[in-house]
């Protein structure tokens, strides 16, 4: 969150450039969403984190997140709904 809130606007050209393969931000967009479902996929099979969701929902998750925290009237819930979304995901395991 901290990077987008530095780069304010960069999740509407990321969440493009993911479906996009000529986009020059594609590889990066995909390397990243390949790396959170590798993470999650961990957590998952350690017990961490709920079964039903995908890297991709999470990516999806993510990045609302990211344009929550870009909105100025929004951001003070930022941080929050990050406790929330994490305690909904993460599991006691």
């Known amino acids: 969150m901290a990077f ?3 780069h304010r606007g960069i999740i509407a050209p990321l969440m493009s450039a993911i479906d996009d ?3 020059a931000l594609h590889s990066a967009c995909v390397a990243l969403r390949a ?3 590798s993470l999650l996929t961990r957590a998952q099979q350690a017990g961490q984190a709920r079964p039903d969701l995908s890297g ?3 990516f999806d ?3 609302a997140l990211a344009w ?3 909105q ?4 003070p819930r930022a941080e929050r ?3 929330v979304l994490a305690d909904a995901i993460l599991t006691a395991g």
Not at 72 to 75: C, D, F, R, V
């Open 4 to 6: 987008t809130h530095q």
């Open 21 to 23: 393969p000529e986009s």
């Open 35 to 37: 790396a959170g479902t």
């Open 56 to 58: 991709d929902e999470l």
């Open 61 to 63: 998750l993510i990045a």
């Open 68 to 70: 929550l925290r870009e």
């Open 72 to 75: 100025p009237s929004h951001a």
């Open 81 to 83: 709904i990050l406790a």
